[in-house]
């Protein structure tokens, strides 16, 4: 009889540890198998002024249909780094007036945009009202200013 519960309760150890244990079995996920089919520069064309800078984004579309931002994997470089220079997190930062290809590589995979350095490229950074507060009585007038500030 000790011999039986023995012999079951060996054969019981054996059993569990075969199954790993019982815990999580059955849960492995398999590797993705999905590969980088295209990539994608945005913005896809812009302008900036000279001593400006411009972040761009590369986004890696795979062929399970997902999509990965590959902005700080992938290799970038600029037609003419006398115009603009990339960093390799994607910032460009022109030098001067021309225009540009900025490209995003990945194995032999690439993807583009252009980059226009002009004076047209200055950015509206802020703008300011005056008189900043007014009061005035019915039925008469005041004329307001608006400001425009711009990065060049």
């Given at each position: 009889m000790?011999?039986?519960r023995?012999?079951?309760?060996?054969?019981?150890l054996?059993?569990?540890?075969?199954c790993?244990?019982?815990s999580?079995?059955?849960s492995?996920?398999p590797?993705?198998?999905?590969?980088l089919?295209?990539l994608q520069?945005?913005?896809?064309s812009?302008?900036?002024?000279?001593?400006?800078?411009?972040?761009?984004t590369a986004?890696?579309h795979?062929?399970?249909?997902t999509?990965?931002?590959?902005?700080?994997?992938?290799?970038?470089?600029?037609?003419?780094?006398n115009v603009?220079?990339?960093?390799g997190?994607?910032?460009?930062?022109?030098?001067?007036f021309g225009?540009v290809?900025v490209?995003a590589?990945?194995?032999s995979?690439n993807?583009t945009a252009?980059?226009?350095?002009?004076?047209?490229?200055?950015?509206?950074?802020?703008?300011?009202?005056s008189?900043?507060?007014?009061s005035?009585?019915?039925?008469?007038?005041?004329q307001?200013?608006a400001t425009?500030?711009?990065?060049?």
């Amino acid at each position: 009889m000790k011999t039986t519960r023995l012999v079951l309760t060996l054969f019981s150890l054996a059993f569990l540890a075969g199954c790993g244990g019982g815990s999580n079995s059955g849960s492995v996920t398999p590797p993705s198998t999905a590969t980088l089919s295209s990539l994608q520069v945005t913005p896809a064309s812009t302008s900036i002024a000279p001593g400006a800078g411009q972040q761009f984004t590369a986004t890696g579309h795979y062929s399970d249909g997902t999509s990965k931002d590959l902005t700080s994997s992938v290799q970038w470089s600029s037609s003419d780094s006398n115009v603009a220079s990339v960093s390799g997190t994607g910032i460009a930062t022109a030098v001067a007036f021309g225009v540009v290809t900025v490209t995003a590589q990945s194995g032999s995979l690439n993807a583009t945009a252009t980059l226009n350095v002009s004076s047209a490229g200055a950015n509206l950074t802020a703008i300011s009202i005056s008189p900043a507060g007014a009061s005035i009585p019915i039925h008469t007038t005041q004329q307001f200013t608006a400001t425009g500030s711009y990065s060049d």
